[in-house]
């Protein structure tokens, strides 16, 4: 059988990320790589409570087919709790309940984007995000992108230029991969562009409430006048990924057709999971279980940074995120983080080079540093390894160029 | 804010059952327009204990991401049991977890399908594989089916005559909406037919362990010597729909490309989800639990049956299944089954209209009866309204034509 697959799956490609992990699954390995929260601070004794409340009190519902729009009380409870964290004003009607936010980018997706469409992103943006629309057959345009967010002339001018963009899509708070986030000033700007353009705003924040320092601020949403942001959102930075429950809120209209969507896409998401995490908002403090993530991850944080400051070699920058899980770091250009990378697997070091999150020219002297996954000492001991073998490549890089 | 959507939005359209099934959510309605299993079949018990074990053994893996293929011990679960009750031959590397059967359609959809493509179906087929293959574009061609499956001269006609076939999507046991199924004879013909002709066929089979008299057939891709026939199965009439696990089987080269797709959707299925199905299945007898289900889903069917036969009037027609959820019924021509709804509805009775089941020529005087959710006593009582409103109906059609 000679297979006739959809001309799509010619320009996807498997997320370098997915594949890194595989390899680093084995215990001994210090992973940098994932994005993958701290398991340790899963409150699974408060799960197992909850898991049996729901079915002892209401089992045959949740085991149930339900509503495409998500189970009720959690809608509402999301909507509220936007609105008190982010400024927004949503209801429950504005909420669809999606498998995880990654399924919120892939439906975002399918109702907007025709093939040959444009969409904006960050330099870098999140690497998933680029699959997700790709496999719609758009075409992505990188916005110059510095500390504070999008360049808004660098934007405006895009705008101006460019022909049939959908969607602009940006991580305000704590950004996948850099860790950077948004100035308010520029929030402002990015919702007044986007409405003079008429052009949709993705906000993927699955980061927003993890911040160590500084004043939270409020979604792009909340400058929006005429409906043109959707915010996406996750339980699985502040729960538990596992649970795969995530959400878009937005204008009703369009939120209309991501139900629409999603019927087609898998009817709808895994009831049991929605009610338990709405039981576990019920019976437990959620504020008090994120304080205990936003400490354990500032305090790796620091240590990551501390360790960066005090071992990387000079030529190599890094970005020092207020919150999130993420770091950033830059070599001098002639060294590709790849390289890096390989020698780093050796011994038992892994991190995501950067070159992926850029959709269209590569910056292949750049690679991620998750710092929310492991404990403190292999955080060290993980970046001490990476600073040695940095040190090696910028001396052997300076002999190369000497000898030339 | 004028949105652009997606050019797809302007043909896809609402579910017609998940619209019905909101208004007949009140407990006084008498429903046969789900496809819902019978809830109080859940072993909910077993379920509670499932879930404590799966947390309290391995909490922080159960709670974390996982792979996008799905959790191993799963997937070789679904191949060992594919292979004793369908006849075919996979391992665990043939099978992807998917969100529900339904997502395994809509990745099938984005795999194999470009814009303009066509899709050969049963006449009537599924109504939400038609939408979920909508989406990508494609157009559909009703295969003439009769009560053996598709009459094989007629597919081989349209594959001989029409250009960019992608996808043959058929359900060969107990198919939605009729709940007929394939002759072993017929299977045979289609995986030869579609290996000729080098098309891919979707064989969805979520009803088939469900079989509550004669011999169980094996699947079509028993008989599939080039790797072209793709398997599609779910927990959700077996265990629980509420979970959202089910599967696609097939070809590894094809299925890497499924994983693929599914990365950029939603990354994964629910992880606990998988492990507290697994361990169910480790620690009872599935065996035992749709042995119950059979014996329930029989007494419904029969009593379902004998209602009709003794209640519907002479010119209305309707299949009698071995199994399954669903028998479809076909009125007299003039009668459109939409009208018979609304006067049902009236009377708090519900079922689905047949029109939605053909992608293209509607025929309206057809609809779907679920005869695996209600109480037997409903049932009499739901089919004796549909059976007084269809006289009326009758009564008036023939008094019309004298008129005339």
């Known amino acids: 059988m000679e297979f006739k697959f959809a001309y799509r799956m010619s320009y996807l490609k498997a997320s370098e990320i997915r594949e890194i992990l595989k390899v680093t699954e084995r215990p001994d390995f210090i992973s940098f790589a994932g994005g993958l929260p701290a398991p340790e601070l899963f409150p699974v004794d408060e799960i197992i409570e909850v898991s049996r409340r729901v079915l002892a009190e209401d089992g045959a519902s949740a085991l149930q087919y339900t509503t495409t729009e998500g189970y009720a ?15 927004t004003d949503f209801d429950a009607d504005n909420i669809l309940i999606t498998h995880g936010s990654q399924q919120a980018l892939d439906l975002s997706g399918k109702v907007f984007l025709d093939e040959g469409d444009t969409v904006l992103c960050e330099s870098p943006t999140y690497l998933a995000a680029i699959s997700a629309f790709k496999a719609y057959g758009c075409r992505f345009k990188e916005v110059p992108t510095d500390d504070y967010g999008m360049v808004p002339e660098e934007l405006e001018h895009i705008l101006n230029t460019t022909e049939r963009i959908k969607i602009i899509y940006v991580i305000s708070d704590f950004q996948n991969p850099t860790g950077r986030s948004w100035s308010l000033e520029r929030r402002k700007q990015l919702a007044n562009l986007a409405a003079k353009h008429q052009v949709v705003v993705i906000e993927d924040n699955p980061y927003g409430e993890l911040r160590f320092e500084g004043e939270a601020l409020p979604s792009v949403k909340a400058f ?148 929310s996954y492991m404990p403190v000492d292999k955080i060290v001991e993980g970046l001490q390894c990476i600073a040695g073998i940095l040190k090696e490549f910028m001396k052997n890089n300076t002999r190369e160029r000497n000898r030339q």
Not at 73 to 87: H, K, Q, S
Not at 230 to 240: W, Y
Not at 341 to 350: I, P, Q, Y
């Open 73 to 87: 009380p959690l809608r509402e409870w999301i909507a509220n709790r936007m609105n008190f964290t982010r400024g």
């Open 224 to 371: 929006d006048k005429t409906g043109c942001v959707f915010c996406l959102g996750t339980f699985s930075k502040i729960f538990c990924p596992g649970y795969r429950i995530g959400w878009v809120a937005g204008d009703k209209r369009a939120i209309d057709n991501y139900i629409l969507v999603k019927q087609g896409a898998d009817l709808q998401c895994n009831t049991i999971a929605q009610r338990e995490i709405s039981k576990y908002l019920e019976l437990y403090d959620i504020d008090k279980h994120i304080e205990k993530i936003r400490e354990i991850y500032k305090r790796r944080r620091d240590i990551a940074v501390k360790t960066m400051e005090a071992e990387f070699p000079k030529g190599v920058t890094f970005t020092r995120p207020q919150g999130g899980l993420f770091a950033w770091v830059e070599l001098p250009s002639d060294i590709n983080a790849r390289d890096v990378l390989d020698k780093c697997l050796e011994k038992n070091v892994a991190f995501v080079p950067g070159g992926s999150f850029f959709p269209n020219g590569r910056k292949e002297n750049t690679f991620r540093i998750n710092f």
